[in-house]
């Protein structure tokens, strides 16, 4: 009891200095009395929004609807998501509240060709063009968060320096299946295996075809990449050595067993550095940087 208790008290400190003593009441009063409320336009209807809203005001975000729209201003970027599906801003809240510095600032984007696989809505893409990236490949498959992701990207100027792609990379080309159950499920090969009904049938691409065909078109920078895209990048441990090594560095979100992975890209002369550990749906979660070796 004690251990819960200093939990409230520290949530509720937290929310009194990031949202101020009003939000701090309606939020105990929807506890309560199971009311929802309203934040700078913003619906209050679950303890997960609020949480979110609280992180988001701790790294100085400002969050407000306007115009049928969520927006969250993050300073270095303007994001927004259409306040019709709540799925899908609350989502956009989740990743803009984590600490996408930690996670990907590791990666040597400045003057060079970013693969984003896995680019959701346009946070990682626009993060990595405001940092310096000379082109940025955006690949998501998944219509309703293509479709936000080139509204960031319209949104912060940046076509120019960020391409789109409506696709998915894996083994080969062709269809894979999505479940969109939840944040961070994604590639789902078990309903595949067993060919039960999925929420959605996506485009994909093979991964080596995607790296040959920006490898071939680029001149004067390296390639780096970011993986996060759920289980996808298992789609490298078919892939020859000479195209992995192609891209200089890797940032990638594995889901599941991490070490064929890496035992892989230390076959193909890179080094690796867990960045972190996280914790999704009850299946291990881990971020790896590689970096290729010289002479190797």
């Known amino acids: 009891m004690a251990q819960i208790t200093k939990q409230t008290v520290k949530g509720s400190l937290m929310s009194l200095r990031s949202l101020g003593i009003s939000a701090t009441l309606l939020e105990l009063l929807r506890r309560v009395l ?10 209050v209807n679950d303890s997960n929004v609020f949480r979110n809203l609280r992180k988001l005001a ?34 956009l809240m989740a990743v803009l509240a984590e600490d996408i ?15 984003d696989v896995g680019a959701f809505m346009g946070e990682t ?7 310096g990236a000379r082109i940025v490949h ?9 479709e936000v992701l080139v509204d960031n990207v319209r949104l912060n100027r940046l076509e120019e320096r960020v391409i789109t792609h409506n696709y998915g990379v894996w083994i080969s080309d062709g269809e894979i299946t999505i479940n969109l159950s939840g944040g961070g499920s994604g590639l789902d090969l078990k309903r595949e295996a067993l060919g039960e009904a999925c929420l959605e049938r996506v485009r994909a691409v093979d991964l080596a075809k995607v790296i040959n065909v920006v490898s071939d078109t680029t001149e004067g920078s390296d390639i780096v990449a970011k993986f996060d895209c759920e289980g996808c ?10 195209v992995i090594r192609k891209v200089r560095e890797y940032v ?28 999704g749906n009850g299946v291990p979660l881990t971020i790896w940087h ?5 002479n190797s």
């Open 252 to 279: 990638i979100e594995i889901h599941g067993a991490y070490l064929p992975i890496v035992h892989r890209m230390l076959e193909c002369g890179y080094a690796a550095k867990l960045v972190r550990k996280l914790s």
């Open 101 to 115: 510095e930690e996670l990907y600032g590791c990666l040597s984007v400045e003057g060079n060709v970013v693969l």
């Open 58 to 91: 701790l790294k100085g975000y400002r969050v407000y609807a306007r115009s049928n729209y969520l927006y969250i201003d993050a300073g270095w970027a303007l994001f927004r998501a259409p306040l019709r599906d709540a799925r899908i801003w609350s989502w």
């Open 290 to 294: 590689f970096r290729r070796r010289k």
């Open 125 to 131: 893409s626009c993060f990595f063009a405001k940092r």
């Open 34 to 43: 199971k009311v929802r409320y309203r934040i700078n336009g913003v619906v």
């Open 138 to 146: 955006a690949f998501e498959p998944v219509k309703e968060f293509y």
């Open 233 to 242: 990048e298992y789609a490298l441990l078919s892939i020859d050595r000479e």
